[in-house]
């Protein structure tokens, strides 16, 4: 089975932490939907594909910038041109203030059925000194407009160690998003990207952010707190209620093919004999020029060799609470983890980060704190 990953880079501003690849709304806009749909008809039989398809994830940039009619053109697109399981989940990444009632209602009946909104913190204060463009009151008024547009599988993004954020500040965040009963929380700390907004004002000190431990403790705190209100935590920063973990995102831990389709998209798939990563250029004007003339806009591609690959299986893989399956790990590589590994195997062993199970390769708890590290003994 393969994901489906589409990529629309657009936003109202950038925020100060972001360094993806997204851009304030331009003139390219109108020619976009257009050239998405193009590259996935012209996809279909020039890459790699195994179907069916079990997700698909608009993602961005604020995908909800572009109306619901555009959405819903580039969905029809993918439906006509690949094969979708019945059940897929069909994600829509969402900023508050950027969808209102009758926009989601349509997008719901287009066929999304999972809504991923962007609030990062409840408190404006700290919204603003992160550059968020909108406010808490904004995120109910949008959370709730979902719900009467009927998503009943709605993902809250939430981050700790914001500028000026406590970690009392942090749980009252986890708690006011609990009460609301969301099916997923995406909790994350900040990174500091280099380059950004928000790098620059650390460096010249004009904004202080919490020291690593007070990061640390607001994250063990958080993780408590979501278990506590019946949430599982399931990646390093993702929790679920049962059943509604996100499968996309799965799909991409365990290391499963997806495509990708939009500016600055990553594919990665299984070519003949070896495993492939390509990307499109990040240049939209570029990008829509190219599918104009019914050309693929790929910048790189690489072949990447069984060590490699296992390396990034054990890089993704362990980021999961259930680790990687020992049987799958030896089906795909003929080597268990310790033969393909050994040094890094006794390593985390003397550490005592293994966890103990006969059927999967699992990090502890300390572990997972530990990933970082524990993966630099695989390079």
């Not at 657009?10 to 193009?38: E, H, I, N, Q, W």
Request: hydrophobic fraction near 35%; charge should be negative.
């Amino acid at each position: 089975m393969t994901g489906i990953y589409v990529h629309i880079p657009y936003c109202v501003r950038k925020c100060a932490y972001c360094d993806f690849c997204s851009v304030p709304r331009d003139d390219t806009m109108g020619a976009y939907p257009a050239a998405l749909s193009r590259e996935i008809e012209l996809s279909r039989d020039r890459l790699p594909y195994e179907g069916p398809v079990p997700s698909i994830f608009f993602g961005g940039g604020t995908p909800t910038v572009l109306s619901a009619e555009a959405l819903s053109g580039v969905l029809d697109t993918i439906r006509r041109t690949y094969d979708l399981l019945p059940e897929a989940e069909i994600s829509i990444e969402c900023n508050p203030g950027m969808a209102d009632f009758q926009k989601l209602k349509r997008l719901r009946e287009a066929g999304f059925n999972r809504l991923s909104l962007g609030l990062q913190a409840t408190e404006n204060s700290l919204l603003q000194s992160i550059g968020r463009i909108h406010t808490f009151e904004q995120f109910l008024s949008t959370y709730q407009a979902a719900r009467e547009a009927g998503f009943h599988n709605i993902n809250v993004d939430l981050m700790h160690g914001l500028p000026g954020q406590t970690q009392q500040m942090y749980l009252k965040s986890l708690e006011t998003v609990c009460d609301l009963e969301p099916e997923h929380i995406s909790a994350y700390a900040l990174i500091l990207e280099e380059g950004t907004p928000l790098y620059e004002q650390v460096q010249m000190g004009r904004t202080i952010l919490p020291d690593e431990d007070a990061v640390a403790d607001m994250e063990d705190a958080g993780m408590a707190y979501l278990t506590w209100r019946g949430f599982e935590r399931y990646e390093v920063s993702n929790f679920a209620k049962p059943g509604y973990a996100c499968r996309h995102n799965l799909s991409y831990w365990d290391h499963a093919p997806y495509l990708g389709f939009g500016v600055a998209a990553h594919s990665s798939a299984k070519g003949k004999g070896e495993w492939l990563r390509w990307s499109n250029t990040e240049s939209i004007p570029s990008y829509i020029k190219k599918l104009q003339k019914d050309k693929l806009p790929r910048q790189e591609t690489l072949h990447i060799d069984k060590k490699e690959e296992a390396f990034e299986v054990v890089m993704l893989g362990l980021r999961k609470v259930a680790g990687i399956p020992k049987n799958a790990f030896i089906d795909r590589f003929g080597l268990t983890m310790e033969q393909a590994f050994p040094e890094a195997y006794v390593e985390i062993q003397c550490h005592g980060w293994w966890a103990d199970t006969d059927t999967h390769y699992r990090l502890t708890p300390k572990g997972m704190d530990y990933l970082n590290t524990a993966l630099c003994y695989f390079r």
